[in-house]
């Protein structure tokens, strides 16, 4: 695994983004986007990634441009940060709890997209980022590091920053167990068919 430098420039966006996928969970996040910035500072805490991104986006119109964008860097960072996945688990659960709140993220590094998302929010904005957008920010991020993604709350509880806060918080401990490396295979590709 190794450390991503990546930049993405649109008529929409200007996004650079460095992801160490063995770092000690420190961020600096600038996304334009306040509480955007601080899912992914608890994604980064909480995968133990280093995270550091500066957004520039047409936030004027809107804020999906911006949200959906970063989910592709993040996404082709990661892939392109695990590699060949030789040694890694692959696979990462977490049923994390956010006070009422309890959330479900799994997911497999098999190199194949596949996103299922089971969440039901009340408010259209948590701060200033659209709830909507949580769907499109894991799709973006699944569909580029070429993941399948599991994400369900099993206790949807009553307050939408809870939901989301657990959603970003779990996603970030399965991921970080997916791809912690396991000695006992750490030259093999974990699959039977010998590729991911």
Do not use: C, W
Not at 8 to 27: A, F, H, M, P, V
Not at 34 to 63: C, P, Q, T, Y
């Amino acid at each position: 695994m190794k450390i991503t430098k990546l930049s993405r420039k649109t008529n929409e966006t200007e996004i650079k983004i460095y992801l160490n996928l063995e770092g000690k969970g420190k961020s600096r996040i600038n996304t334009g986007i306040g509480f955007f910035n601080h899912m992914l500072e608890l994604f980064s805490k909480n995968s133990l990634f280093d995270l550091e991104i500066e957004s520039k986006g047409d936030l004027i119109v809107d804020d999906h441009h911006t949200v959906e964008d970063i989910g592709i860097v993040i996404g082709e960072a990661i892939q392109k940060g695990v590699g060949n996945k030789k040694g890694i688990s692959r696979y990462g659960t977490m049923i994390l709890p956010m006070d009422e709140v309890l959330a479900l993220v799994s997911l497999d590094f098999a190199g194949r997209f596949a996103f299922v998302y089971d969440v039901d929010f009340t408010r259209e904005k948590v701060g200033d980022m659209s709830t909507e957008l949580v769907y499109d920010f894991f799709k973006a991020v699944a569909e580029n590091a070429k993941l399948n993604l599991h994400i369900k709350l099993l206790n949807n509880g009553r307050n939408d920053h809870h939901r989301i806060e657990a959603i970003f918080k779990a996603f970030g401990r399965a991921i970080r167990n997916a791809i912690e490396i396991d000695d006992r295979i750490k030259n093999e590709i974990p699959s039977t068919k010998g590729v991911l």
